[in-house]
Each structure stands twice: as C-alpha cells, then as structure tokens.
C-alpha cells in the first residue's frame, strides 16, 4: 500500500508536468544558457525496499541511460563544473545546448549505476556531497530512509575512486539542514565548515555548493560567499543564464515523474514558467503537503 501510493503520486506528477508543460512549447526559446541538471538516485532497487522520499527522486537505470544517450544524440554539450565555473568567471556566453550534469546527496548508487552510464558517453558531473553522511545509511540520518543497503551514501574509498574517474565533487553542508533556521554559529560550520572537512579529506579544491532543499535567504546566501565558493546552486527551476548570481544559480531536477517526453520539455525550457513555484507561499504549501502525505506513505507501507 505504501508503494502503490507513492507509485499513485509520481503517476499524478508525470501527467501534471505533461500538461503543464504544453504551454511553454509555444514560449520563444531562451537566450543561451547553460541547463543544470540535477538528480539525487540512480537504481534499479525494488520500490518496496525504498522510503517514500527516494521512491519519487530515483530515476531508473534504464531511463537515465535513455537521458544521456539522448543527449549525446542531439548535440549537447556536457560541461564539466570546472569548466562551467570557467565559463562564467570570462563571462562568456554558453552555447544554446550546454548541459552541466549534478547529483545531490552523494547515494551509492551515483558511483554504482550512473558512474558507468556516464563514462560511456564521457560525460563529466558533479556530486554535492553531506559530508556528514559519508559511508552511512539514509536510515541512520534521514526521516522516512529506506530498508538498510538500499539508501547507503558513498563511502571514503567510493568517493576517492569517483574522482579518479573525473567526476568532481562540491559541498551539500555536514548534515543536510534547511539553513535558513539554522544560527549563524551553526550556518558557518554547515557551509565553511563542510568545505574544509571535504577538502582536508579528499586533498581537492571544493569550489561549489549546493542548498540542500533549495532553502536560502539573504543571509545564507551570503554566508556561502563568504565561505570562499565560486559557485552556489539552488532548486529553483529553469537554467543557470548570465544574469543569475553566481551564489543562486536556477536548476533542472529530474526525477521518477519525468517521462521521455517530460525530459525533453526540460531541456527545451517548457517547464521553465514552474518557477512561479518556487515563491515563498508556494514552497510552504508544499512542504505542508510533503509533511501530511509521508507519514500516511511511511504507515502505509
């Protein structure tokens, strides 16, 4: 009962973003920008074994191998962070079909299933990572988690063989709060403090973050300036433009609810318009409803 809710909400999700999507087919098409993809999981694992949180943010294997076979096949140009950072530290105007590739969280998965994915097309990402959640289990530090070996975060050793493989990591704070209640005391250390933890860890130079949840304001916008980084990405839809701040960049999440169709009104900027939902009152609905419909998943299940 609690997957077939969950199973009942992506379905209703898949056929809201179709219909909502037809209106912007007719919306002229952007300037050049560049699209941030954003994913959390990758996996093949029973829906039964996974929390009603991740049952909505995995992607199938199948389906991101169709993405980037997709993208290899229509001419876009994959980006990697340093590479992007680049790009807009010159300011120079990105071709119409950049992509940069991101995952948040740092899962296990994205080393074991979409890792391979990406190195047959030689597609570069990025993964921000909970320096706190390094070789745990969701189950150990996350509300509605998954069944034990389902929802493992990357290990120290994992994390070390991803890089060999060229994809690059960023921060996603030490334990995954929503900043914006968080004190300054505690801001500092989620922020600063994450990035020096990866990089005395890892001996590389962290330059990214992303807010977990997209939560922001103007003081924790500013605190992540502070701490140093060149670039700062939010959840707020549509793609990163030259006229975005470098510490509020707009991305592109995909996830279960996004059919083949979906996907490719992402890449063509029809869903852009949703960032209306993104408002304050929009976004507090939301988490309202979030609240109320998980523990009936959790039960149910």
Not at 262 to 283: C, E, H, N, Q, T
């Amino acid at each position: 009962m609690g997957p077939a809710l969950s199973t009942a909400r992506i379905v209703v999700k898949r056929l809201l973003k179709t219909a909502l999507g037809l209106p912007g087919m007719f919306l002229p098409r952007r300037e050049p920008c560049v699209r941030v993809l954003f994913y959390h999981r990758v996996n093949p694992y029973p829906v039964a074994k996974l929390g009603p949180v991740s049952r909505e943010i995995t992607v199938r294997p199948e389906e991101f191998a169709w993405q980037m076979a997709y993208l290899a096949s229509h001419g876009f140009r994959v980006l990697s962070l340093s590479e992007f950072e680049a790009l807009r530290a010159d300011n120079r105007q990105p071709s119409r079909n950049s992509i940069l590739i991101s995952f948040d969280d740092g899962y296990e998965d994205n080393l074991l299933y979409a890792a391979p994915i990406l190195k047959q097309h030689g597609f570069p990402a990025v993964v921000f990572v909970v320096a706190g959640f390094i070789g745990k289990e969701s189950s150990d530090v996350l509300p509605y988690a998954d069944e034990r070996q389902y929802g493992r975060f990357l290990s120290y050793q994992q994390i070390e063989a991803m890089l060999a493989q060229g994809i690059e990591i960023g921060s996603h704070t030490i334990s995954h709060p929503l900043l914006t209640s968080v004190d300054s005391p505690g801001l500092r250390e989620e922020i600063k403090g994450s990035r020096e933890k990866l990089e005395e860890m890892f001996g590389v130079k962290v330059t990214s973050f992303a807010y977990p949840g997209g939560d922001l304001d103007d003081r924790v916008e500013q605190s992540v300036a502070h701490a140093g980084y060149v670039t700062a990405f939010t959840t707020r839809t549509g793609a990163a433009t030259v006229t975005d701040r470098m510490t509020a960049l707009s991305r592109t999440e995909v996830s279960a609810s996004d059919s083949r169709l979906v996907f490719r009104m992402k890449l063509r900027g029809s869903l852009d318009w949703l960032v209306v939902k993104d408002s304050a009152p929009i976004r507090r609905l939301l988490s309202l409803s979030n609240r109320l419909l998980m523990p009936l998943a959790k039960g149910a299940s």
